[in-house]
């Protein structure tokens, strides 16, 4: 399976301190993207990075990027209660296809 | 704009039933993907459509199936509803870009929670 993991499975902090999480993936990729969901409903895309790219920042994400080692993390500084999630990485497939693979996400919870 | 508009957001069905769920997408996105998502298996994809032609399938059974409509909106089919298609079925429109370097960034659903009794 394409399929990435998300580690930790999940994260408890204190608002205001920072977040982090990371993915691993298996092949090769074109882009990897980071999406939020929160509990039982859709997913919202987050922020995207390109494989030629090695960090890239959207308000409070920092995402990183090593295809070296077929890894990324997700950063969010100064972490509120609604950053409360589950956060997952999604790769594409350098087939062509159109699908994207989700990982196993990430459950952040930010006490208040 | 409007946003991706699944129908319904809940429905019980016993085993054995089948199910057909409905998904608007954004207007002007010509792709739709569908995914499952489960907490064992986590998020699955199950087929995409473009031009009313699947164009990308998952690894589900033929039990699975889907379709696009001209005016882009798609509906998802299963028949022989047994319990492990319990789920939240959830689909995603995006602008197409076909494979390469471009991004398929997607834009989901707020899902239909399937439960099979």
Known sequence: ?112 | KAGVTQTPRYLIKTRGQQVTLSCSPISGHRSVSWYQQTPGQGLQFLFEYFSETQRNKGNFPGRFSGRQFSNSRSEMNVSTLELGDSALYLCASSLDVTGGSGANVLTFGAGSRLTVL
């Open chain 1, 1 to 112: 399976s394409q399929q990435g993991e998300e580690d930790p499975q999940a994260l408890s902090i204190q608002e205001g301190e920072n977040a982090t999480m990371n993915c691993s993936y298996k092949t090769s990729i074109n882009n990897l993207q980071w999406y939020r969901q929160n509990s039982g409903r859709g997913l919202v895309h987050l922020i995207l990075i390109r494989s030629n790219e090695r960090e890239k920042h959207s308000g409070r994400l920092r995402v990183t990027l090593d295809t070296s080692k077929k890894s990324s993390s997700l950063l969010i500084t100064a972490s509120r209660a609604a950053d409360t999630a589950s956060y997952f990485c999604a790769t594409d497939a350098q087939t062509g296809a159109n699908n994207l693979f989700f990982g196993t996400g990430t459950r952040l919870t930010v006490i208040p």
